[in-house]
């Protein structure tokens, strides 16, 4: 069984840093695009930043500049690291990977909430 483990988050000021990490576990055969969703309350969810499994990036344009997306195949494992934090970043953050198991499909990590407040 495979499964999306998500850490990092938290509180933090406007203009500070976090870094949010993902890893997939289990009978993990490949990984295909690795992504960063989020959503705010009362909003859909949108897609925050991707990376393929061979490097290739994009972002939202709510977010270049600010965030860096990275991943590391040999640990199954993606980032995302962001600053210059915004109020506006706020919301739950979710990892999403295309991965093949038995078969090819989407997983998702639990979440984990940013709130970016003074």
């Known amino acids: 069984q495979v499964q999306l483990v998500q850490s990092g988050g938290g509180l933090v000021q406007p203009g500070g840093s976090l870094r949010l990490s993902c890893a997939a576990s289990?009978?993990?055969?490949?990984?295909?695009?690795m992504n960063w969703y989020r959503q705010a309350p009362g909003k859909e969810r949108e897609l925050v930043a991707g990376v393929t499994n061979s490097g290739r990036t994009n972002y939202a344009d709510s977010v270049k500049g600010r965030f860096t997306i990275s991943r590391d195949n040999a640990k199954n494992s993606v980032y995302l690291q962001m600053n210059s934090l915004k109020p506006e970043d706020t919301a739950v953050y979710y990892c999403?990977?295309?991965?093949?198991?038995?078969?090819?499909?989407?997983?998702w990590g639990q979440g984990t909430q940013v709130t970016v407040s003074s």
């Open positions: 999403n990977a295309e991965i093949r198991s038995f078969a090819m499909r989407d997983y």
């Open positions: 289990g009978s993990v055969f490949s990984i295909n695009a």
